[in-house]
Nanobody, 122 residues
Framework: QVQLVESGGGSVQAGGSLRLSCAASGSIRSIGDMSWYRQPPGKQRELVGVITSVGSTKNYADAVKGRFTVSRDNAKNTVYLQMNSLKPEDTAVYYC???????????????WGQGTQVTVSS
């Protein structure tokens, strides 16, 4: 079994910053792409950004380019989302996702965290 646990959400004023973390634990052999998604109130979940196993980032949403940065620490099985210049429209539940190869059984699967709320006030 694999668990993804997010932390770092909260409330912040517009223009502020937050850093989200998502730590994977369990029977992990390796982790491939790790991603952040968000779901604004009343809207569908959307991709924020992706980071590959070797640290290349890709697929940043246009709305966050230049403000958000995805990074990871493979030694800690953790992915981060640094969010700067936050806007009220960034208000959402943020979820991490990871493609994990487990040891027992030897299997590849995508896993989701439980989500963490980010609220940006104007």
């Amino acid at each position: 079994q694999v668990q993804l646990v997010e932390s770092g959400g909260g409330s912040v004023q517009a223009g502020g910053s937050l850093r989200l973390s998502c730590a994977a634990s369990g029977s992990i052999r390796s982790i491939g792409d790790m991603s952040w998604y968000r779901q604004p109130p009343g809207k569908q979940r959307e991709l924020v950004g992706v980071i590959t196993s070797v640290g290349s980032t890709k697929n940043y949403a246009d709305a966050v380019k230049g403000r958000f940065t995805v990074s990871r620490d493979n030694a800690k099985n953790t992915v981060y989302l640094q969010m700067n210049s936050l806007k009220p429209e960034d208000t959402a539940v943020y979820y991490c996702n990871a493609w994990v190869v487990t040891r027992e059984p030897l299997r590849a699967n995508g896993y989701w965290g439980q989500g963490t709320q980010v609220t940006v006030s104007s």
